[in-house]
């Protein structure tokens, strides 16, 4: 019998028309209603995508990664470190969060925040893995990570992402590699290490003056600082005494030190037959020279806190910014060696002015003498008054700085320390002439063999970088 077929005119509730087929003299029905459709949803179709693209970037990157099966609960797959095609039996669990183009929570140009779930966080937090976010963007094809904090007292459901730091590229290689290392164990990753850098030792090798002048006297230095003061001229620290003797590079004949010294028992020697004195106590005492010269030397834009024992550079004014601009290693540039941070709480009030400082140390090595300069910073609440609660300040700076910033420091400090010689490399200062007593090579350059990475010692939180933000940046460019 031929095949016959009826269409008949399907219901509201058809989807599609019932089709009867009438085949050999038997009739089959097929009903297709809506309800009985399946469907793949948009959520499932952008988490294969992502996963895929993770996927795929990872093995751009040179690790491997092995998605898990359908019953994952919190883990979508695990990405294994490999170091130039090698493996390392080094995991890290990535549960990976994808949306075609949606905008993130708290999302800006530099950054964007996201909540994880508590039940992940309780579910991760047993895992023996380091665990990391993922955010997939398919609009943008963007990658983002950061690590679930996973050890006691330190879990944190919010995460910050830097659009810049937390980016998923080859630029992230050795802080995920860094991650597999056990935080409660021994060691640390250590990366494919480079070809070598150029270090800069932060020492400033120092010119001495050819001789020094030394004297008789009856006095020790706290009754011979009575005797200065009671003669009404400007007074000057540039001197030591001991043992009844005085020590100095200027000629007390010639300054207000005369008033306190033997004059006729004033001579002028050789510097190096008592700055090389091998007694340990004689090279200490000629240290303390060097640095109260250094303090005379630099008294217009140096003052000296005792307490922390720091040099740290003067405000011209009550409140006012003070900008040093000089020659770097490679271009000009500046430095804002006073900056002022107003309140976040009281508008038009200063909150804290930021001095550039640094602790000296004199050293002699080798026959000769060093002055180590180690940066740091002096805050005061006007650019005078000493702040009253420095160090949180002091520490949420120092945890921002890297080798880069250290590195600049050491060359600016150089160059401040030398403006007033022949030369001097302030642009736009104007002319002054001090006496300079004390003269300072450039910091030695020495070649290491290898280059370590910066972000193998870790990244900053984001809890981190909002404590240290002091506003204004160290060096425009370095």
Request: glycine share 4%.
């Given at each position: 019998m031929r095949e016959a077929k009826l269409r008949l005119r399907p219901r509201k509730s058809w989807?599609?028309?019932?089709?009867?087929?009438?085949?050999?003299?038997?009739?089959?029905?097929?009903?297709?209603?809506?309800?009985?459709?399946?469907?793949?949803?948009d959520n499932q179709l952008i988490g294969e995508l992502g996963e895929a693209a993770v996927r795929k970037r990872f093995l751009s990157m040179g690790f491997q990664f092995d998605s898990r099966s359908r019953l994952e609960a919190g883990i979508d797959g695990l990405a294994e470190?490999?170091?130039?095609?090698?493996?390392?039996?080094?995991?890290?669990?990535?549960?990976?969060?994808?949306?075609?183009?949606?905008?993130?929570?708290?999302?800006?140009?530099?950054?964007?925040?996201?909540?994880?779930?508590?039940?992940?966080?309780?579910?991760?937090?047993?895992?023996?893995?380091?665990?990391?976010?993922?955010?997939?963007?398919?609009?943008?094809?963007?990658?983002?990570?950061?690590?679930?904090?996973?050890?006691?007292?330190?879990e944190q459901r919010r995460l910050t992402f830097d659009k810049t730091l937390d980016v998923l590229d080859k630029s992230s290689l050795d802080r995920l590699a860094a991650l597999t290392v056990p935080i409660n164990g021994y060691g640390y990753y250590v990366p494919p290490l480079g070809g070598g850098e150029t270090a800069l030792v932060n020492l400033l090798p120092i010119n001495l003056p050819t001789e020094i002048f030394v004297a008789s006297t009856p006095f020790d230095r706290k009754s011979a600082l009575k005797e200065m003061y009671d003669t009404?001229?400007?007074?000057?620290?540039?001197?030591?005494?001991?043992?009844?003797?005085?020590?100095?590079?200027?000629?007390?004949?010639?300054?207000?030190?005369?008033?306190?010294?033997?004059?006729?028992?004033?001579?002028?020697?050789?510097?190096?037959?008592i700055g090389y004195h091998e007694d340990i106590d004689e090279q200490n005492n000629f240290a303390f020279l060097l640095r109260q010269t250094l303090q005379h030397q630099m008294q217009d834009d140096l003052a000296w806190d005792k307490g922390n024992r720091v040099f740290y550079v003067k405000a011209y004014e009550d409140s006012q910014p003070r900008t040093f601009h000089y020659q770097s290693a490679k271009v000009k540039t500046k430095a804002d060696v006073v900056n002022v941070t107003m309140s976040t709480k009281v508008p038009g009030k200063v909150g804290f002015v930021r001095h550039h400082a640094f602790a000296p140390k004199f050293e002699c090595m080798m026959d000769q003498w060093f002055l180590m300069v180690s940066p740091t910073y002096h805050f005061t609440t006007n650019g005078y008054t000493r702040h009253p609660f420095p160090d949180a300040l002091l520490s949420g700076k120092k945890r921002l700085e890297n080798n880069a910033a250290i590195r600049g420091q050491v060359i600016m400090w150089h160059r401040f320390l030398t403006q007033n010689e022949g030369g001097a490399t302030d642009?736009?200062?104007?002319?002054?002439?001090?006496?300079?007593?004390?003269?300072?090579?450039?910091?030695?350059?020495?070649?290491?063999?290898?280059?370590?990475?910066?972000?193998?010692?870790?990244?900053?939180?984001?809890t981190e970088q909002d404590e240290g933000n002091t506003s204004g940046s160290l060096f425009n460019e370095v």
């Open positions: 989807r599609t028309p019932a089709i009867f087929k009438i085949r050999d003299g038997a009739v089959a029905t097929m009903f297709y209603h809506r309800t009985m459709a399946k469907k793949i949803t470190v490999m170091i130039d095609g090698e493996p390392t039996a080094r995991m890290i669990a990535v549960q990976i969060k994808s949306t075609r183009g949606a905008k993130y929570t708290s999302e800006t140009d530099t950054s964007f925040t996201y909540l994880l779930d508590v039940k992940d966080l309780a579910y991760w937090n047993t895992s023996n893995l380091p665990v990391i976010v993922v955010m997939y963007r398919e609009s943008d094809d963007s990658h983002y990570w950061a690590q679930v904090q996973t050890q006691p007292g330190v009404g001229e400007t007074a000057r620290y540039d001197w030591v005494i001991k043992d009844g003797t005085f020590w100095s590079f200027h000629d007390p004949r010639d300054a207000v030190t005369g008033s306190f010294v033997d004059l006729d028992q004033v001579d002028a020697i050789e510097t190096r037959m642009l736009f200062a104007e002319p002054v002439a001090p006496t300079v007593t004390l003269r300072f090579d450039p910091p030695p350059e020495i070649e290491l063999p290898t280059t370590v990475p910066d972000d193998v010692w870790g990244k900053r939180t984001a």
